[in-house]
T-cell receptor, first 116, second 112 residues
Framework: EPEVTQTPSHQVTQMGQEVILRCVPISNHLYFYWYRQILGQKVEFLVSFYNNEISEKSEIFDDQFSVERPDGSNFTLKIRSTKLEDSAMYFC??????????????FGPGTRLLVL | KQEVTQIPAALSVPEGENLVLNCSFTDSAIYNLQWFRQDPGKGLTSLLLIQSSQREQTSGRLNASLDKSSGRSTLYIAASQPGDSATYLCAVGPYNTDKLIFGTGTRLQVFP
């Protein structure tokens, strides 16, 4: 069964460093998302992406964050200058190409980011 | 602003019990509601998706209901097993947006 994959599974970085989290969505999906979950808190929406542009972003997704689909398979989240409060589990998700909002989003296993 | 709440926060039951997890949301303008399972340190596995026009969905021992007008959904797990132990999250898909808004989850432990 097709699944969303994410790399790395764990990343430790120093405050102020740039990190890139990578995702490979399900192959025929065209809508992509990033969410995050700070330890002990709710899963929070960060950004949605379609047709090579951001379709929606949350207040969390400030200028330090960017997303990109560099090729036909990868979807990346970049944090330019990490802060301690960026430590969280980051989930990538995708949904299929029917174009109907409200269809199932499929989530990857997450990348656990620790900023020291 | 849409708020999603789940009760109880934690639940511990013996194997074989039928149980109900509750989810409530403050704004009934939603496309759908989705139930997920999250194992410790792991990703989110979609269990059931209920469209706003539907009342319930079933998958194996799981049954999810939706009462949009009252802002409530329940996840019913029949004949619980130790392998059902996990955190269960509900998430709503509001109108005019493609994002999901998650609840805080119910941590379920089923002991033999």
């Amino acid at each position: 069964e097709p699944e969303v994959t994410q790399t790395p599974s764990h990343q430790v970085t120093q405050m102020g460093q740039e990190v890139i989290l990578r995702c490979v969505p399900i192959s025929n999906h065209l809508y992509f998302y990033w969410y995050r979950q700070i330890l002990g808190q709710k899963v929070e929406f960060l950004v949605s992406f379609y047709n090579n542009e951001i379709s929606e972003k949350s207040e969390i997704f400030d200028d330090q964050f960017s997303v990109e689909r560099p090729d036909g398979s990868n979807f990346t989240l970049k944090i330019r200058s990490t802060k301690l409060e960026d430590s969280a589990m980051y989930f990538c998700a995708s949904r299929d190409m029917t174009g109907r909002v409200g269809e199932t989003q499929y989530f990857g296993p997450g990348t656990r980011l620790l900023v020291l | 602003k849409q708020e999603v709440t789940q009760i109880p926060a934690a639940l511990s039951v013996p194997e074989g019990e039928n149980l109900v997890l509750n989810c409530s949301f403050t704004d009934s303008a939603i496309y759908n509601l989705q139930w997920f399972r999250q194992d410790p340190g792991k990703g989110l596995t979609s269990l059931l998706l209920i469209q706003s026009s539907q009342r319930e969905q079933t998958s194996g021992r799981l049954n999810a209901s939706l009462d949009k007008s009252s802002g409530r959904s329940t996840l019913y797990i029949a004949a619980s097993q130790p392998g059902d132990s996990a955190t269960y999250l509900c998430a709503v898909g509001p109108y005019n947006t493609d994002k999901l808004i998650f609840g805080t989850g119910t941590r379920l432990q089923v002991f033999p």
